[in-house]
């Protein structure tokens, strides 16, 4: 394999997602957009997601350090489809990361989340990843409360916030507990597809979920490309034996789940907030970049089977604005 890119064919979702990186064409983002991402932490050393990083407003909430380092891998795989610039293509690969580290090792105390989230809140980010599902009890109306008034704080500021279904192949409208985050409408909840854009056999899912990419599980399939490949922090040698057998250059592994389906997601709203930025001179509205996800759905899906499940098309979205906007631009 080559030592500077990734061929597109150990990339489908991005591929697919992109049609084969003409979404490029349009835009590969703008430092001037900034997404939230609250997790584990980033690998800012990383070839291909350290010039990404807004060190002065990232921040550490855990209490234990001041590092934003992450020591578990989850937060540098997400930022990898996000923003990833080197060898792999994230889907937003210029757009910038405001990193606000929450967890050491995947658990997470609710107040350091409230906390993240107040302070994406006042960095003004555009787009806050959260790709975590913490399903709580409706009868805990303090959480339920909390949670309501930053979403719609967030929702105020013009900040968009994605969030994971969670990997326990639950259908969340029979299900008696409610998502932390995805219970409110204001809050776009991601399941994940599978390679031939059908529901993941693992996916917590629900009518008001939306697709993306996050791969088959890897207890359901011996196909590396039915997973996601994305980035992996340099320095954690625990998976180096599987990633060797695959072929693919240190800092680079494959996984599956909802929590990498958020992230294409959150990387396509950013996108498509620095096209506009760039053809227009400012950002659009909320309302606008939710009109611009409503009408990317079904331009790319002709069966019917799963209809009811729409998936996110980045190019699609970003052609929408082009054919807006782009000509008109382009004449004056």
Not at 21 to 45: H, M, N, R, T
Request: glycine share 6%; net charge negative.
């Amino acid at each position: 394999m080559s030592d500077n890119t990734i061929p597109f064919m150990y990339q489908w979702n991005i591929s697919r997602l992109t049609n084969n990186g003409e979404v490029y064409k349009f835009s590969k983002g703008s430092a001037d957009v900034k997404v939230a991402l609250i997790d584990s932490g980033i690998d800012y050393d990383h070839e291909s997601l350290g010039s990404n990083i807004d060190f002065i407003n990232s921040k550490n909430f855990t209490g234990e350090s001041d590092i934003i380092k992450d020591f578990n891998g989850h937060g540098t795989m997400v930022a990898g489809i996000i923003c990833s610039n080197k060898r792999l293509m994230g889907i937003a690969p210029n757009v910038s990361l405001v990193v606000c580290k929450v967890t050491e090792n995947r658990q997470f105390k609710l107040s350091n989340l409230i906390k993240a989230i107040k302070h994406a809140i006042n960095c003004k980010v555009d787009v806050i990843n959260l790709s975590l599902s913490m399903y709580i009890e409706i009868s805990q109306y303090n959480i339920i409360s909390v949670m309501n008034s930053l979403i719609e704080k967030a929702y105020d500021e013009g900040i968009l916030i994605v969030t994971s279904s969670g990997n326990n192949g639950i259908f969340l409208d029979d299900y008696k507990k409610i998502h932390i985050l995805g219970f409110h409408p204001k809050v776009y909840t991601i399941a994940a597809s599978n390679k031939r854009g059908e529901l993941a056999t693992y996916t917590n899912y629900s009518n008001k979920c939306i697709l993306a990419p996050g791969g088959e599980s890897l207890f359901e399939t011996e196909d590396p490309n039915e997973v996601i490949l994305t980035t992996y922090p340099s320095d954690i040698h625990d998976t180096d034996s599987f990633r060797e057998n695959l072929g693919f250059p240190i800092g680079y592994m494959v996984n599956f789940g909802t929590s990498l389906a958020c992230a294409h997601f959150s990387g396509t709203i950013a996108l498509l907030i620095s096209f506009y930025l760039e053809l227009k001179g400012d950002k659009p509205s909320i309302e606008e970049v939710q009109l611009y996800i409503e009408r990317s759905f079904g331009q790319n899906r002709q069966d019917q089977e799963y209809e009811e499940y729409r998936e996110i098309n980045t190019y699609n979205v970003l052609k929408n604005i082009e054919v807006d906007y782009g000509n008109r631009t382009k004449n004056n």
